[in-house]
């Protein structure tokens, strides 16, 4: 296995829509454990695989016990519905230490298939719910920036990201950010995907 370099706002690779998979083949299963690895790695809840410059749809998923008992490796994954509202924050690994409200269906049913080739079903709920839809939507090369509606945020927010992201790519910064406190890390990672 082997930690993969992520990709950053700013990337084409994030902002186009990726291929369908049509084989789960060795490769796919190594990017499929690769992209678990890393995912851990950075500290998220999600990764797409995009995020790793791989123009697939192939998504990784863990928010932890509380929501599911092993991570979900998802091909080809489809929101077959989605209902209600959540308001929350939100960050991605692609968007580094960049935070903010945005809104979502609080329930979702992911139609998807797995490592072995079988159709699962996946009901969603809260993070679980933000998660899939934010990874899903990496799949169509939409950023989760599309969806805040507050200008100011993204006008102020953006440019000290792009900053961060220049340090991290020139080894300024590190890759995984480091955290004063723990708590804080725990509050931070919930969210990222
Ligand atoms: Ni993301």
């Known amino acids: 296995m082997a930690i993969l370099d992520l990709k950053y706002y700013g990337a084409s690779v994030l902002t186009r829509p990726a291929k369908p998979v049509k084989r789960i083949d060795r490769e796919l299963l190594k990017l499929a454990q690769d992209m678990l690895e890393s995912m851990y790695h950075y500290h998220g809840v999600g990764l797409a695989a995009p995020q790793v410059g791989v123009s697939k749809r192939m998504i990784i998923v863990d928010c932890g016990e509380e929501y599911q008992e092993e991570p979900y490796i998802l091909i080809n994954p489809e929101v077959v519905s989605a209902e209600g509202k959540q308001f929350g924050p939100e960050g991605c690994l692609s968007l580094p230490e960049f935070f903010t ?26 993070l679980l719910a933000r998660a899939l839809l934010h990874e899903i939507d990496h799949l169509n090369g939409v950023l989760f920036t599309e969806l805040v509606s507050d200008e100011e945020v993204l006008a102020n927010e953006i440019p000290v ?33």
Request: avoid cysteine.
């Open 101 to 126: 409200d945005v809104e979502r269906p609080d329930k979702v049913v992911v139609e998807a298939m797995s490592l072995e080739g079988k159709t699962i079903r996946i009901n969603g709920q809260g």
């Open 161 to 193: 990201m792009k900053d961060r992201i220049r340090k991290i790519l020139s080894g300024e910064l590190p890759a995984v950010p480091e955290y004063e406190e723990d708590i804080e890390l725990e509050d931070r990672v919930a969210v990222e995907a």
